[in-house]
């Protein structure tokens, strides 16, 4: 079935026309081309499509489109302007990614993160990120890319 939904997208309200089973994934990704919401899994268990709904890191692809209420922002919502979000700086900076395709995933979820604990131990942070694969095995870079952004956002 199809129905008419209005989602706050990136700060901005994207109205569109749907079916009752597509996935927030669907949406984002094919209907409104924002690229770094990714497939990966299908399941929920990688954190490819890593979203943040209301600030809490959501698997997009677990989530229907219905039922997407809040405030959901993408990698591309984190950008002001022409300037890279610190935590995107430091990934940057530390070369905490190679292939790339998990970074949004990892970006979105260490700011849901670092909003939750200013300053947790290495261990709390490789816990924090466990739901957040990454093939190319990049994860001291990612460590090390959290501190960085640990330190630019506390020095704010």
Request: aromatic share 4%; hydrophobic share 40%.
């Amino acid at each position: 079935m199809k129905r008419e939904i209005t989602l706050n997208i990136n700060r901005e309200l994207e109205t569109l026309t749907i079916d009752d089973a597509d996935t927030l994934l669907e949406v984002l990704s094919e209907r409104l081309k924002l690229w770094s919401v990714r497939e990966s899994c299908g399941v929920g268990v990688c954190g490819s499509c890593t979203v943040l709904v209301d600030g809490q890191p959501v698997s997009s692809c677990l989530l229907l489109a219905t039922r997407a209420a809040g405030e959901i922002t993408t990698l591309e919502g984190l950008q002001t302007g022409s300037s890279l979000h610190e935590i995107q700086q430091a990934f940057v900076e530390e070369r905490a990614l190679q292939c790339a395709y998990c970074t949004p995933g990892f970006v979105l979820t260490v700011k849901a993160f670092l909003e939750q604990n200013r300053n947790p131990s290495d261990q709390e942070i490789r816990e924090y990120l466990a739901g957040n694969l990454c093939r190319c095995a990049g994860y001291a870079d990612i460590i090390r890319a959290v501190r960085s952004a640990q330190a630019k956002i506390n020095s704010r």
